[in-house]
């Protein structure tokens, strides 16, 4: 098209004038690109950024999270007849019977630009649950064919697919330790007469501290992690545990809790990041214990703790 309008006006240079006719009947009725409807797939709320999902993966219970996504078809401008554009849905690693479409087709109205929204969800992880390491998925959604009577309706260039990524976080452990956190429903126990402690070997003042209500110093370490444990005498209902320290630069910035059944087999709860002079751990659920291990992972060039307490549900 650019050539002719180049050659008639290079006639109208060498010629003079050149004369131009009308369209006819015909030429109006003709299909071209300048009157067609272009078929596009969107993202439902297409004025924000392409969504992205991850999912937590917990160690002995499996992947949590689920992915929901809202796509729609549409025209960049209407036609008199009804288009129907087959949607497909395809993600890595995870096979086709999981991802999950509200429907195969999208359908633009006549008159309108835009279709009902299909969701395409996936909230089965069967398939990756045995991998343990960060993975990184793609879902891929797209365009398969278009189908209507009308004769200007095409495939857009672009937007003909849209991919969602998917971040499946590394396997942990469960989290039961929430820190900055005092429990609901818990009273702090601070009375310690009838508890028994044991510290590791190393630290300052085991047999005398302000830990175990045994004497005015605190129990202290330089820059070492130590741990100590704790018999209550009888089981606790417990929620949470409660620390005190000189400062926040003597106190540690990350501790692993423990419980057992008889005080030499323990069960980690895990490990939690804390700061701070007052620290104030609570528990994903109440825990029936007797014995408890408090155990320092990360500590500065000197730490102590100068009390413990824990806090025991309210009957």
Not at 86 to 111: P, R
Not at 143 to 152: K, L, P, V
Not at 283 to 303: D, H, N, S
């Amino acid at each position: 098209m650019k050539k002719f309008f180049q050659y008639m006006l290079m006639a109208a240079f060498i010629g003079g004038t050149v004369s131009f006719t009308s369209c006819n009947d015909d030429d109006e009725n003709q299909v071209n690109e300048w009157n067609m409807s272009y078929v596009s797939l969107l993202q439902s709320d297409y004025l924000r950024p392409i969504e992205s999902f991850t999912l937590k993966h917990v160690e002995d219970k499996g992947i949590e999270g689920s992915v929901e996504y809202k796509v729609m078809a549409t025209l960049n401008k209407p036609t008199s007849q009804d288009v129907t554009v087959n949607i497909t849905a395809t993600c890595d690693s995870i096979s086709a019977d999981k991802v999950i479409l509200s429907s195969n087709t999208a359908t633009i109205k006549a008159g309108e630009t835009k279709s009902e929204d299909v969701t395409i969800s996936i909230t089965d992880w069967s398939d990756i649950v045995t991998n343990n390491a960060e993975c990184d998925m793609v879902l891929t959604i797209q365009m398969d064919g278009i189908s209507t009577t009308a004769a200007d309706v095409t495939n857009s260039e672009f937007n003909q697919s849209i991919k969602v990524n998917i971040k499946k976080e590394q396997a942990k452990p469960e989290e039961f330790l929430f820190f900055g956190y005092a429990p609901e429903n818990s009273t702090l126990m601070t009375n310690k007469t009838d508890w028994t402690f044991e510290f590791m070997e190393g630290v300052e003042n085991p047999n005398s501290n302000t830990v175990a209500g045994t004497g005015g110093n605190d129990v202290a370490t330089n820059g070492v992690p130590f741990w100590f444990t704790v018999d209550f005498g009888e089981v606790y209902n417990v929620t949470g545990i409660q620390t005190r320290h000189w400062g926040a630069g003597y106190a540690p910035t990350e501790i692993e809790v423990f419980t057992s059944d008889n005080g030499t087999d323990w069960k980690s709860m895990n490990t939690v990041q804390t700061y701070g002079s007052a620290q104030a751990i609570a528990f994903k659920e109440p825990r029936a214990t007797r014995y408890l291990k408090y155990q320092m992972i990360t500590v500065p060039g000197r730490v102590d703790v100068t009390a413990f307490y824990v806090y025991v549900a309210n009957e």
